[in-house]
């Protein structure tokens, strides 16, 4: 009897301690398994493949049906309720102004690249108004009503987004370094919407899992067309220049400016955006473990994006001089 006590003791002590360890593993493990499963070298090459078909027949990826009347905040695991609220808002926010992102995007791109800049921007009548929607745009604005769904689904209130102020198109006289750096600061945000949801995918099961991961798989296919384009239309750009690109963008400060495209200003901004001072350490560590392993998955993805197949798949890049010589005429 008295064994059977101890025994009983002991296996409470063990399972009351447990749990946070094997969920913390479990966490690790799941993010790792879907990390590998969405962000393989053929996924990614898909995905761009893509890119060259979508400017010929843009076509929306459709998703799958998900009855988000299911959701509920039993399906969120390993995230305080108040955290993932605060988390749903920010993504809220700054997914709210599509249009004006797309048509800053389009601004840019649109001397130099018509057709990235017609899949992202659509297309603009001659007084200046929006005649179709760019395929960006169409998949793009999907997600904030759907982040506003789960958002009333969780808290039985309905949420008025409070939308991000974007930043404006602003025409540079070196457009050769102004389309690197606006495609740049594109692929930056692309990839941090890709690691942001699906690290909340991985903390959620049933319908809201379901509708996360479609919200992942648009941010990734996003996220690797643009980067792929960037890496054809800058053959030049290797890992030093975009270290270079982040420090220059700081420019020795960490404060967001509206008017000034800065990474770590933005990075600056999306923290308080997320409410990250109230995530738990637990949190904030599997965030950037995930952070960082998608990045180097990416990382082994673009070694192999030769010039030679970039340019079967996307015909000659605009050299430097033709910029320069744009640069020369104003
Ligand atoms: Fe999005
Ligand atoms: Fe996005």
């Known amino acids: 009897m008295k064994l059977l006590i101890i025994t009983t003791m002991n296996t409470l002590k063990s ?4 749990p946070s360890a094997f969920n913390n593993y479990r966490i690790y493990h799941q993010l790792k398994c879907s990390i590998n499963q969405y962000i393989t070298p053929e996924y990614l090459t898909k995905r761009l493949e893509d890119l060259p078909i979508q400017f010929k027949t843009p076509k929306p990826r459709p998703w799958k049906p998900i009855n988000l009347e299911n959701i509920n905040s039993r399906q969120i695991l390993g995230i305080d309720l108040e955290v993932f609220i605060a988390i749903l808002i920010g993504s809220i926010n700054t997914e709210a102004p599509i249009r004006h992102y797309t048509q800053t995007s389009r601004q840019y791109l649109e001397p130099w690249y018509p057709q990235l800049a017609k899949f992202v921007g659509g297309k603009i009548a001659k007084n200046g108004q929006l005649i179709e929607l760019g395929l960006w745009e169409k998949e793009e604005q999907r997600h ?8 009333t689904q969780l808290t039985g209130e309905k949420v ?3 939308p991000h102020k974007a930043r ?5 006289l070196d457009s050769y370094h102004g389309l690197y750096h606006h495609g740049f600061h594109r692929v930056a945000t692309e990839y941090g919407a890709t690691c942001l949801y ?3 995918m991985v903390h959620t099961t049933g319908e809201l899992r379901a509708i996360l991961e479609e919200l992942v798989i648009d941010e990734i296919n996003h996220m690797t067309k643009f980067l792929g384009f ?18 220059k963008s700081m420019k020795g400060k960490l404060s967001y400016d509206p008017q000034q495209s800065s990474l770590m200003g933005t990075l600056n901004r999306m923290t308080e955006v997320l409410s990250w001072s109230t995530w738990s350490w637990q949190n904030r560590l599997s965030f950037m473990f995930t952070c960082t392993y998608i990045f180097y ?3 082994g993805w673009t070694n192999q994006l030769t010039p030679a197949y970039l340019e079967s798949l996307l015909g000659k890049p605009l050299s430097k001089d033709v910029f320069n010589e744009s640069y020369l005429d104003k």
């Open 15 to 18: 399972t009351r301690t447990l």
């Open 144 to 151: 904030t009503p759907v982040l506003m769904k789960v958002y």
């Open 160 to 162: 008025k987004p409070n």
């Open 168 to 172: 404006h198109y602003q025409p540079f």
């Open 198 to 200: 699906l690290w909340l």
């Open 230 to 247: 960037g890496i054809w239309a800058f053959p030049e750009s290797n890992f030093l220049k975009i270290g270079e690109t982040i420090l």
């Open 297 to 299: 998955r990416l990382w």
